[in-house]
């Protein structure tokens, strides 16, 4: 895999991307960017209600269609603070909702793929369910990280929107982490990635209001135009914390995302839960460095890994059980209860505790 740096300073400047307080506010700190911090412990649904996971006997991962307005709108009924979802622009400059690079279909018997930025936006929404009842869209399959192609079955199936949808239809006091999805695959030049970046910008402008909105990506150069190209919402570089190796050395480890950050103006990091656990001191560094930190992973699935990040002062975790771990965490928070009626008592580590069991998890971590 391969990525190729650029210069943001090459790209040019979003010229009517309107700073407008009241059109394009982030309700996180008052004072902009500059004194950015996340308020509370928040919790973040994975593509809303969760991921799919077709092969997942938990019937959890296939509850509702992933990145559909349906997950978006479900989630929105429980206590959770933002969801997360990914966006592409497709060939025609619509951002629209969709997490795989490829999208799958069939005819005739006949499997074929398409990269998603190589549609159009009409051809984009005529896979899977139609809004329209009346209308039957082309099948909807999706490639499994083995290599399988299967029929794309949820229990609750909705279709597949557009950024600007999400706007309209989703309960607007919902955060949007907006991942600004791109093909680890792929070389970008920087007037590439301009012309990527530039309409979803633009729909977020013109739609975003009063929203919360944080903006992520795994890849540096994007997360740096993003904060380049706007100065109201903040913007996360997403690592893998050095649990898989890239070529583009400023991916590989929470070290490297750092100086990324810090380098670039970002306001934060999302790591893989992994490699936080492996490497614990980095939080603190984190911390001085002024910046927020998040996770995500399967682990965040686990209370006991989620209320572990609490202590350690990791700020939010991306969940896929959003009703377990909103619960979890709703109990996490409650003020400690010791008489006998509290039939879940909270953990209570001492100090010494606490930095014994970061010393040991970095060894349960293994790679």
Known sequence: MSLKAIHVTEVPSLDNFHENPSLCASRFSPGGLSSFKIPKFLVVGHRGHGMNMLQSPDPRFSAFKENSILSFNAASKLPLDFIEFDV?????????????????????????EKRVTEVSSSEFMSYGK???????????????KEGKILKWCVQQDDSLCTLQEAFEKVEPKLGFNIELKLDDNLVYSSD???????????????????????????H???ALLARKLQSIYPVFFLTNGGTEMYYDVRRNSLEEAIKVCVEGGL???????KGVFRNPAAVNRIKESKLSLMTYGKLNNVAEAVYMQHLMGI?????????????????????????????????NFSERELSFLLKLIPELIQH
């Open 88 to 112: 592409q622009v497709t060939r025609d400059g619509c951002p629209v909702i969709f997490h795989d690079d490829f999208i799958y279909s069939e005819d005739n018997g006949v499997v074929y």
């Open 130 to 144: 139609q809004r329209e009842t009346e209308k039957s869209g082309k099948p909807l399959l999706r490639k499994t």
């Open 267 to 273: 306001q934060g990091i999302v790591s893989e839960v």
């Open 220 to 222: 540096p150069d994007a």
């Open 192 to 218: 590439h990635l301009s012309r990527l970046l530039l309409p979803i910008l633009q729909v977020v402008c013109d739609y975003g209001k009063d929203r919360p909105i944080i903006f992520s990506s795994f």
């Open 315 to 347: 700020e939010g975790v991306i969940v896929d059980h959003v009703e377990e771990m909103t619960e979890a965490v709703r109990e996490m928070m409650k003020p400690s209860n010791r008489d006998a009626h509290d039939t879940k008592p909270k953990p």
